[in-house]
C-alpha cells in the first residue's frame, strides 16, 4: 500500500513538473513575440515621426464649362464641367496611394453634379500628376434661392463654384503601409460670363488658376 501511494506521489510529481515547464516555455514565447512586435511598432512610429509626411497640394489649372443650363419653370439645373486639377507629393521619401477618390461640382453649398471616380493610383516622392474629370449633373433639382443667386451672378457677370473631392489616401514609407486616411479637397472655380456667341447666349469662361485647400 505504501509503495503504491509512493508510485502515484512521484507520477503526480512529474506530470506537474513538465506542465509548469510547459507553461514556463509559453509564456517565455509570448514574451519574446510581444518584444518584437513593440520594436517594430517603436521602429514605425520613430520613422513615422522623423519623416513627418507632408499632406499633397493640389491646384485648379484649368475648367471647361460644356453644359451650364438652368431652367426657371422647373428649378432644374443641367451641367457638364471638367476641371483639370494637378495634385504634387511634396514628400522626398513617402509615397502616397490614392486608393479611392470621388469629384463632384458645388454651387452655393449645393451638389450640382454626380460624383465621378478617380481611378486609382500610386503618386511616388516629389511626383506631379493631373486629373480630368467629367462631372455631369442631368436635370437636377435645385432650391429656388439658389436659382435666384444663379441670376444675381449672371447679372453680376461672375460665377464661384467649387470642385471638391473626396477620397482616401495611405502612406508609404519603405516596404511600410499605413491605414486609410480621409482626403478632402475643395477648389474654388471662378468664371465670368460673356456673350461672345451671340443672340444674348451667355459663355461660362475660366478665369484663373486657383490652390486647393486639402484636407487629411
Known sequence: M???????????????FFHSCRCRTLRIIASVAAAFVLVVLLTVFTIWLVLRPTKPTVYLKDAVVHQFNLSLSDNILSAVIQPT???HNPNGRIGVFYDHADAFAVYQNQQITSPTPVPPFYQGHDDVNLWSPFLAGAAVPVAPDLCSALLRDEEAGFLVLYIKI????????GKWTSGRYHLEVSCP???SFSN?????VAVVQFQRMSPCSVSV
Open 85 to 87: 486639377l494637378s495634385s
Open 2 to 16: 505504501g509503495e503504491k501511494q509512493c508510485y502515484h506521489h512521484r507520477h503526480h510529481h512529474h506530470h506537474l
Open 196 to 200: 461672345t456667341m451671340g443672340g444674348g
Open 189 to 191: 472655380a471662378l468664371f
Open 166 to 173: 473626396n477620397g482616401r489616401i495611405r502612406w508609404k514609407v
